[in-house]
T-cell receptor
Framework: AQKVTQAQTEISVVEKEDVTLDCVYETRDTTYYLFWYKQPPSGELVFLIRRNSFDEQNEISGRYSWNFQKSTSSFNFTITASQVVDSAVYFCALSEGDSGGSNYKLTFGKGTLLTVNP | DAGVIQSPRHEVTEMGQEVTLRCKPISGHDYLFWYRQTMMRGLELLIYFNNNVPIDDSGMPEDRFSAKMPNASFSTLKIQPSEPRDSAVYFC??????????????FGPGTRLTVL
């Protein structure tokens, strides 16, 4: 069974600080997909990134970066120079396989509440 | 392009009443998903459809819950009769599922259901 653990329930930082959100996953599949979503106070779920298990390259998008390490089953998310607008709950999610059927199920972590204070 | 549309955004009802939540997926997307979010259980997949056909409903909590997708642009999630423990935010999501891979699911704004 697949599982996603976000051990940090809440993180509070001051604006302009860098912050890393941890995500550890468990899966038996060799092919899987990892995602990060953002849920701001308004409540919607916003897609941030999708990464497949064969692509371990780190990715940077503006102030956001992701570190995927299969050796430690981790897919961590770093926000550089955080801003108040980054305050949200961030979810890591996992989907197994690509053979159709249940591979489309997303298993979400419990989420990390990030508060960026001015 | 419009994103996933859900209605109503908020629903308050009394225990025992029937509740119907509605979803319009992104045009061209073949997959539609219904999720429920609660503080206790987080985000849970209830059911998903491919080309209007239910594929996996193992997450539907009990027979009081039912979902339909009569066409490619509309789906409903019905709770009858509703109970206070059904209070949650219900999300609809869609993806285009190209080439048999797990494509990105795009979520609607959610419906906040309160059952009194």
């Amino acid at each position: 069974a697949q599982k996603v653990t976000q051990a940090q329930t809440e993180i509070s930082v001051v604006e302009k600080e860098d912050v890393t959100l941890d995500c550890v996953y468990e899966t038996r599949d060799t092919t899987y997909y990892l995602f990060w979503y953002k849920q701001p106070p308004s409540g919607e779920l916003v897609f941030l990134i999708r990464r497949n298990s064969f692509d371990e390259q780190n990715e940077i998008s503006g102030r956001y970066s992701w570190n995927f390490q299969k050796s430690t089953s981790s897919f961590n998310f770093t926000i550089t120079a955080s801003q108040v607008v980054d305050s949200a709950v961030y979810f890591c999610a996992l989907s197994e396989g690509d053979s159709g059927g249940s591979n489309y199920k997303l298993t979400f972590g419990k989420g990390t509440l990030l508060t960026v204070n001015p | 392009d419009a994103g996933v549309i859900q209605s109503p955004r908020h629903e308050v009802t009394e225990m025992g009443q029937e509740v119907t939540l509605r979803c319009k997926p992104i045009s061209g997307h073949d997959y539609l998903f219904w999720y429920r979010q609660t503080m206790m259980r987080g985000l849970e997949l209830l059911i998903y459809f491919n080309n209007n056909v239910p594929i996996d409903d193992s997450g539907m909590p009990e027979d009081r819950f039912s979902a339909k997708m009569p066409n490619a642009s509309f789906s409903t999630l019905k709770i009858q009769p509703s109970e206070p423990r059904d209070s949650a935010v219900y999300f609809c999501a869609s993806s285009d599922g190209l080439a048999g891979t797990t494509d990105t699911q795009y979520f609607g704004p959610g419906t906040r259901l309160t059952v009194l």
